[in-house]
Every structure is written in C-alpha cells, then in structure tokens.
C-alpha cells in the first residue's frame, strides 16, 4: 500500500464546470490503474474509481488530499494521480 498527501494544483476556471469537469477527469486518471485508490478528506474515504463519490469531496485549489493506492500497479497509481492533481493546466 502506497500513501501520499498531495496539494491539488488544478485552477478552477469560470468558464467550464470546474468540479464536474476536474472530477471526469480524475475519475478517468484513477481508472487506468488496476490498484485499488482511495481519496481521504475531511474524514471521507472515497473510491477514486467512482464518480458519484468523487462528486462529493469538491477538491479545490490549494486543498490537502491523503491520496491511497493498492495493488499491482500501486507505485505508478499514486505517481499518476500526484501528477495529475500537481499540474496547473492553463
């Protein structure tokens, strides 16, 4: 099991659905791998794999995520989502 706290980097932009539109997104980063990847906050636990319950952590900018992955691929799970979540995308 791999565990990392990552500082979510992603800007919200006006123009878009910032959460619905971050959020398909993780979910389709966390679906890449086969390891189990949990998002914790505020005392939630979240599947990264489901939609539906990655809806209601509403990651903003600047905000801490305890980021945990299980499996085969765990290293490379946690890496790719770090890198997600750490990358301003302009």
Known sequence: M???DVI???PVSP???PQATRTA???QVANRYDSKIYFEIDNKKI???SIMGMMTLK???GESVTVTTEG???EAA???IEQYLSTRVK
Do not use: P, T, W
């Open 8 to 10: 979510v980097k992603i």
């Open 78 to 80: 946690v890496k790719g």
């Open 15 to 17: 123009e878009q659905s």
């Open 72 to 74: 085969d691929d765990e």
């Open 47 to 49: 599947n990264a794999k």
């Open 2 to 4: 791999k565990k990392r």
């Open 59 to 61: 990651l903003n900018e």
């Open 25 to 27: 997104m993780l979910v």
